[in-house]
């Protein structure tokens, strides 16, 4: 599939596809890891492999349970309480990390809603995310919104990446193939590995990387980088 994304490298991008956590929010660092630390600095004491439990726990206990409607503020808040739960804690240790998560995520979301701002110029933008079934509304409540014009959500596709469904969708959703379109993500597993097999173009967003995922796509280590690299 490699071949396939290199022997078609010569046509115009025309649309980018964007990872949403980790990626727009955060310029490279998933949920779970941001996470992990908020509930340190709160004084809460965990080791990696129980605080990794509560949080895949804790996250795929909303899949497919939330409103469609319901905002990023909101869907942090369940987040945060479910994991504090499940951390033993209370609702006072879930305000205290919920609202530093999304203060931080809505900064960086402002900060790369002009660098999209500026790509809108030239391309059309999709989010493609494994997220909760609410991902239309978290986009369309936050700045980067008027940027976006398709957001493909797993649970509303009923394929999470890297399955080439999901990729698919976003491409017939903008009505593009996937020699026109350029994936950002911060994934190797999810996001590289399903453009890979979409033979679509890639870029890895992933602060202190030494090397790209594959030797003809970029490395970058925040999104205002893409100014530079892009076509």
Known sequence: MREKSEAMSDAKPEVLLFDFGGTLDADGVAWKDR?????????????????????????????????????????????????????????????????????????????NARVLEKLAERYRIGIVSNFYGNLEATCAGTSIGRYVDAAIDSEAVGATKPDPRIFQAALDALATSSDRAIFVGDSLPRDMEGARRMGMRHIWLHPGATSACCPADPVIANVSELLRVLP
């Open 35 to 111: 996470f992990f630390r908020l509930v340190a600095d709160a004084g809460v004491s965990v080791d990696r492999a129980s605080f990794d439990k509560a949080f895949y726990d804790a996250d795929d206990a909303l899949v497919g349970k939330l409103p469609r409607e319901l905002s990023l503020a909101q869907t942090v808040q369940r987040l945060s309480l479910d994991l504090a739960r499940g951390l033993g804690g209370d609702s006072a240790l879930a305000r205290r990390i919920g609202t530093r998560f999304l203060d931080e995520a809505l900064a960086k979301l402002a900060a």
